[in-house]
């Protein structure tokens, strides 16, 4: 069956750049999360979403970050005004419940280079 | 004050060594879950263990083991007869369901299998 995949896998943006990051979850998995992984380290938790609602966005770093998941599928996790220090990994993780306690699932992540 | 501990940053054996990589946690819940997860060079983060903080028996999958003492708030993983394949970051997570829905890793253990 499919996981969760994620695009693009590779994204370099100048500086002051937009950019939209994408993830399918596994099909009917209720909860979406974002998280950011800079090198040598742990995920860190961003956003999460219960279908269409997106119920914690603690982990947003800035209003420069934003996410959506307009449909309770796909989402979207966008960056405006890209900053040197956004640079790393952006992993999605679906699970099928709303529990918080059920097993993440996670895609391949996109890594994101800001010159 | 980090949830997760992993004090191992790097670990190196040779193949067929038996290996064990630790994980403390800290939590002031009393229903909590524990993960781990392995994470190849392809950057993709995969599911090994679900455990929650009612079920103390110790698991074992294969050539996987793991070991939780909540007397000690330690679940920590062996690997027998390790294997090149083994080689990999590997991420232990808290969920706290009372707090919120998002996974707290630790900074992740490199374990390189020496054939």
């Known amino acids: 069956g499919a996981g969760v995949s994620q695009s693009p896998r590779y994204k370099v943006a100048k500086r002051g750049q937009d950019v939209a990051l994408r993830c399918d979850p596994i099909s009917g998995h209720v909860s979406l999360f974002w998280y950011q992984q800079a090198l040598g380290q742990g995920p860190e938790f961003l956003t999460y979403f219960q279908n269409e609602a997106q119920l914690d966005k603690s982990g947003l770093p800035s209003d420069r970050f934003f996410a959506e998941r307009p449909e309770g599928s796909v989402s979207t996790l966008k960056i405006q005004r890209t900053q040197q220090e956004d640079s790393a990994v952006y992993l999605c993780?679906?699970?099928?419940?709303?529990?918080?306690?059920?097993?993440?699932?996670f895609g391949p992540g996109t890594r994101l280079t800001v010159l | 004050a980090q949830k997760v501990t992993q004090a191992q940053t790097e670990i190196s054996v040779v193949e067929k060594e038996d290996v064990t990589l630790d994980c403390v946690y800290e939590?002031?819940?009393?229903?909590?879950?524990l993960f781990w997860y392995k994470q190849p060079p392809s950057g993709e983060l995969v599911f090994l263990i679900r455990?929650?903080?009612?079920?103390?028996q110790n698991e074992i999958s294969g050539r996987y083991s793991w070991n939780f003492q909540k007397s000690t708030s330690s679940f920590n993983f062996t690997i027998t007869a390790s294997q090149v394949v083994d080689s990999a970051v590997y991420f232990c997570?808290?969920?706290?369901?009372?707090?919120?829905?998002?996974?707290?890793f630790g900074t992740g253990t490199s374990l390189t299998v020496i054939p």
């Open positions: 997570a808290l969920s706290e369901p009372y707090t919120g829905n998002q996974f707290y």
């Open positions: 993780a679906s699970s099928l419940g709303q529990g918080a306690g059920d097993t993440q699932y």
């Open positions: 455990r929650n903080s009612f079920d103390e």
């Open positions: 939590t002031r819940d009393t229903t909590y879950y």
